[in-house]
């Protein structure tokens, strides 16, 4: 079992910012994802338990993906929000083949 639990979500004004932060109980490989009103959930990056980062294509340069193994703690900035932003974030870790996943927060980028 693997625990997962995300922090920071919120409303957030076109153009703005966001950090959001996924507390672990352990050191896994890590993965933001996220999930828009009817839409499949998406990944967003990666970050290895050497700190190694992959983005998915259409989310590199606005977003970035830390980490903080003595917290157990993985972030993901967000920059430069728009409504298409807008969506349920999620980490998740693999573990043994398993997935795991966080309950989600909500981000909402809207005037």
């Known amino acids: 079992q693997v625990l997962l639990e995300e922090f920071g979500g919120g409303h957030v004004q076109p153009g703005g910012s966001l950090k959001l932060s996924c507390a672990t109980d352990?050191?896994?490989?890590m993965s933001w994802y996220r999930q828009a009103p009817g839409k499949q959930r998406e990944l967003v990056a990666l970050?290895?338990?050497?700190?190694?980062?992959v983005y998915a294509h259409s989310m590199e340069g606005r977003f970035t993906i830390s980490r903080d193994n003595t917290k157990k703690t993985v972030f993901l900035e967000a920059r430069t929000l728009t409504p298409e932003d807008t969506a349920v974030y999620y980490c998740?870790?693999?573990?043994?083949?398993?997935?795991?996943w966080g309950r989600g927060t909500q981000v909402t980028v809207s005037s």
């Open positions: 998740n870790a693999v573990l043994h083949g398993s997935n795991f």
């Open positions: 352990d050191i896994y490989t």
């Open positions: 970050i290895s338990t050497d700190d190694r980062a």
